[in-house]
Nanobody, 120 residues
Framework: QVHLVESGGGLVQSGGSLRLSCEGT????????MAWYRQAPGKERDLVAT???????HYVDSVKDRFTISRDNAKNTVYLQMNNLKLEDTAVYLC??????????????WGQGTQVTVSS
């Protein structure tokens, strides 16, 4: 079985920083695209940032110049460095990955989510 295990969420004051981590565990042949999403109470799940296996990144406008997504392919891990956090960044943050369990089979996986709360 394959799992994505997140860590690093918590409570932080506005303007502060947090670093999220998400590690893939289990029967992993290769991890392709990885991403972070977030979901605030009563709202839909929204994309935050993506990173391809080769390192190409994409950010939504609301987090550009504040958040940085990175990955360590040897550790099957993706990170999200969040700086200058704002009240509106409060949400459950979820990790997503396209994972090959063999050379011919790829599936989508989600982490369980980690709460990020920004206070004034």
């Amino acid at each position: 079985q394959v799992h994505l295990v997140e860590s690093g969420g918590g409570l932080v004051q506005s303007g502060g920083s947090l670093r999220l981590s998400c590690e893939g565990t289990g029967n992993i042949y290769r991890i392709n695209n990885m991403a972070w999403y977030r979901q605030a109470p009563g709202k839909e799940r929204d994309l935050v940032a993506t990173i391809q296996r080769g390192g190409e990144t994409h950010y939504v406008d609301s987090v550009k110049d504040r958040f940085t997504i990175s990955r360590d392919n040897a550790k099957n891990t993706v990170y999200l460095q969040m700086n200058n956090l704002k009240l509106e960044d409060t949400a459950v943050y979820l990790c997503f990955a396209e994972i090959q369990v063999s050379a011919n089979y790829e599936y989508d996986y989600w982490g369980q989510g980690t709460q990020v709360t920004v206070s004034s």
